[in-house]
């Protein structure tokens, strides 16, 4: 079985999903089958997928454009002998879905990453998904969703799974920092006891909660920090002086003890460096980044969401209820106080492994594939 792995990835650290779909790659192989890789950009884990001895193809960001995606499509799946086209982040969506027909006996299959948004109507969003379940049921497409309300609601579709994420252990780097080291690198004193926050969606992620309840928490304790990964490095960006005078007016984007740090690819050593991780997250489906924490027995504070729930088990966790600053910052505390322990990490670590993900994906495609 010859499988294109094709995702509109650009970040600039491989993540959970490079070495994910690497994981996946090689269960493949080892399956007596292909796995070729087709991104955008030119990344520097491009090179780890080549070392190991796959495939990949930089289409160019203007391809990514272009009408002539259906004649490299094409192209790409003669030479590759292409058997299943697994699509992230909406990589080729548009001409899966519009030239199906052109694509012969090749099956689809769509991978749905994403919560639903806290931006749009909630009955909106679940209208337009039964309409693209109707559309892919028609078009011959396959969806694997990483949140389950999200794979519920593509209603008349059938061939769809619900399969969360998994946690894969290796990043794209030859050591990895200590605490020590880390803490130096990211600028905190030693005395600062940070609260870590993953952004980018900053509504979503729940970056305004995150200030309020840690503006809360320096009344209690002055040497509590919020450091923000995914917002940029240094000064505050635009984007977020004005999402922040919009939803927290009283605080200062200049705040000294707002940390804003850089994408790390030895986010591990992150998670070791700072003293609490905070998953503030209105929506989510389930999240990499709780893993990634938990992996490293990090203690962690999280929003009560539907989602996260899945960490309830985990030794050292702190729930609050969705948008409530005083029960965040409360926890928070509880956190801070409580400390780092030793945990049941373990325990996540063979449950939501890379190992099992894999297993499940390839179980997907022998049923798409038919060999099921």
């Given at each position: ?64 454009k272009s009408d002539n995606q259906i004649e490299l499509l094409k192209q790409l799946i003669e030479k590759y002998q292409i058997d299943i086209i ?71 579709l059938r061939k769809k799974w619900y399969i969360p994420n998994g946690l894969s252990l290796e990043r794209n780097i030859d050591y990895s920092m200590?605490r020590e080291e880390c803490r130096e690198t990211l600028g905190v004193k030693p005395s600062d006891k940070v609260c870590l926050l993953l952004g ?173």
């Amino acid at each position: 079985m010859n499988v294109m792995i094709a995702a509109t990835y650009s970040a600039p650290k491989s993540g959970n999903f490079i070495p994910s779909v690497i994981a996946l790659g090689r269960l493949i192989t080892r399956n007596g089958g292909t796995a070729v890789y087709v991104v955008p950009e030119e990344r520097d884990w491009a090179d780890w997928i080549r070392k190991e001895g796959f495939d990949i193809v930089i289409t160019g960001k203007q391809t990514m454009k272009s009408d002539n995606q259906i004649e490299l499509l094409k192209q790409l799946i003669e030479k590759y002998q292409i058997d299943i086209i697994h699509l992230h982040f909406g990589m080729f969506h548009h001409v899966a879905t519009h030239h199906t027909k052109e694509l012969k006996d090749v099956k689809i299959i769509i991978h749905d990453h994403m919560g639903f948004s806290p931006h749009s109507n909630m009955l909106k969003q679940r209208l337009l998904l039964i309409v693209h379940s109707l559309e892919y049921v028609l078009k011959g497409i396959s969806l694997i969703a990483v949140q389950k309300k999200k794979a519920e609601s593509y209603l008349l579709l059938r061939k769809k799974w619900y399969i969360p994420n998994g946690l894969s252990l290796e990043r794209n780097i030859d050591y990895s920092m200590t605490r020590e080291e880390c803490r130096e690198t990211l600028g905190v004193k030693p005395s600062d006891k940070v609260c870590l926050l993953l952004g980018w969606d900053m509504k979503r992620k729940g970056f305004d909660i995150a200030l309020k309840a840690i503006k809360k928490c320096r009344k209690m304790d002055s040497d509590i920090v919020l450091g923000l990964i995914g917002l940029g490095q240094g000064a505050p960006d635009n984007n977020t002086r004005e999402f922040m005078a919009r939803e927290t007016p009283d605080i200062d984007p200049d705040e000294p003890w707002i940390k804003y740090f850089n994408n790390y690819e030895d986010i591990f050593a992150v998670y070791r460096a700072v003293e609490v991780y905070l998953m503030a997250s209105r929506n989510e489906g389930l999240p990499y980044s709780v893993l990634e924490a938990i992996s490293q027995d990090t203690p962690i504070v999280v929003s009560d969401i539907h989602e996260n729930r899945f960490a309830k088990s985990y030794s050292n966790s702190y729930y609050y209820p969705v948008e409530e600053v005083d029960a965040c910052a409360e926890a928070i505390m509880k956190a801070m106080k409580t400390g780092r322990i030793e945990t049941n990490s373990a325990e996540f670590i063979d449950k939501y492994g890379i190992d099992e993900w894999c297993k499940k994906v390839l179980e997907v495609y022998n049923i798409v594939a038919g060999k099921k």
